[in-house]
């Protein structure tokens, strides 16, 4: 069985995505952004930005060691860049004081940046499942598993974020307000420790 599907490898990777992905720690994110659209458009906003971060993660698992060497990126690079991104979001949540609905075309862009990447799909993501696919040492079991773990990190992902509406009913107005502010505080957290990681490997790797 073990052939055909590693499922040691399974709960390894699943864990670690999971950890790292952090899933109920995106809703108060995804509430801050979108947690005033109607059902219908978070219910969108969830689907694409689990969708990205699906598409980012596989395309990293299948090419990820080459396109890096090809670039001449390192994971440093990919956490600094990811990292003043989610700044820039950060800041604008932490000084925005507009409370009107966004633009409806704002859906789309939310849902890939910073949602779908570097939020979800992030260097600490894409850097674990290179390192997991390394460890499959070309089996197809172990590979089978890795690419079914990280279907299930996404499908756990995306039910937390379709199901906050029930958040919504409780928090209400001011308590989206509120986590807009509480989100922007974990996300500037969140930006400094990858930059600051980023600048621990440059170091190290110097």
């Keep these: ?9 399974f709960l390894e990777a699943s864990i670690t995505l999971l950890v790292i992905m952090d899933p109920p720690g995106t809703v108060p994110v995804f509430l ?3 947690g005033r659209k109607p059902p219908a458009a978070r219910a969108k906003a ?7 971060s699906l598409l980012v993660i596989t395309l990293f698992a299948v090419a990820g060691q ?17 990292g003043l991104l989610l700044l820039l979001v950060a800041l604008d949540l932490l000084t925005s004081n507009n409370t009107a609905e966004p633009e409806a075309a704002e859906d789309v862009n939310v849902a890939l940046v910073p949602l779908g990447t570097p939020l979800l799909a992030g260097p600490g ?4 499942t290179i390192v997991f696919v390394r460890q499959a040492h070309g089996q197809v079991g172990a590979y ?7 279907v299930a990190t996404h499908l756990v992902l995306w039910a937390c974020m379709r199901y906050s ?13 509120l986590l807009a502010k509480v989100a922007g505080l974990l ?17 190290e790797g110097a």
Excluded: K
């Design 125 to 128: 993501a894409i850097a674990a």
């Design 144 to 150: 089978v598993a890795l690419g079914a773990a990280i």
């Design 165 to 177: 509406g029930v958040l919504i009913r409780v928090v209400r107005e001011s308590g989206i307000t």
């Design 1 to 9: 069985m073990n052939e055909f599907f590693n499922a040691t490898l």
């Design 66 to 82: 080459f396109i890096l060497a090809y670039l001449g990126i390192g994971i440093p690079a990919l956490q600094g860049a990811g």
């Design 32 to 34: 801050s952004l979108v």
């Design 46 to 52: 969830a689907r694409q930005s689990v969708l990205v």
């Design 187 to 203: 996300l500037a957290a969140i930006a400094v420790e990858l930059v600051a990681d980023s600048i621990r490997g440059f170091i």
